[in-house]
Nanobody, 125 residues
Framework: QVRLVESGGGSVQAGGSLRLSCVASQYRYSPYCMAWFRQGPGKEREGVAGSYSDGTNTYGDSVKGRFTISLEGAKNTLTLQMNSLKPEDSAMYYC???????????????????WGQGTQVTVSS
């Protein structure tokens, strides 16, 4: 049974950094696509960053230049380095993975079959 477990969330002041990790257990697809999403209170879910197993990465417009996604295939770990955090980055962050195959042209449209439970990020001004 595939399981995604996120960690690394927390509280930080504006301008600070956090590093999120997502470990995918029993996830043995190749190729594959994984991504980070977030959802703030009263907001729709938003695609943050996506990564295809060939190393191709995609970013949402609001995080370009500040966030970096990386995929450690050997460890089945997806990380998200978040720098220059802003209060509007506050949200629950979720890791997602597809059931094999490449990322779609519109990466954040998925489909993503597997989801983690989320990790909370809070940025104070």
């Amino acid at each position: 049974q595939v399981r995604l477990v996120e960690s690394g969330g927390g509280s930080v002041q504006a301008g600070g950094s956090l590093r999120l990790s997502c470990v995918a257990s029993q996830y043995r697809y190749s190729p594959y696509c994984m991504a980070w999403f977030r959802q703030g209170p009263g907001k729709e879910r938003e695609g943050v960053a996506g990564s295809y197993s060939d190393g191709t990465n995609t970013y949402g417009d609001s995080v370009k230049g500040r966030f970096t996604i990386s995929l450690e295939g050997a460890k089945n770990t997806l990380t998200l380095q978040m720098n220059s955090l802003k209060p509007e980055d506050s949200a629950m962050y979720y890791c997602a993975a597809n059931a094999g195959g490449s990322c779609s042209d519109r990466v954040f449209d998925g489909p993503f079959t597997y989801w983690g439970q989320g990790t909370q990020v809070t940025v104070s001004s």
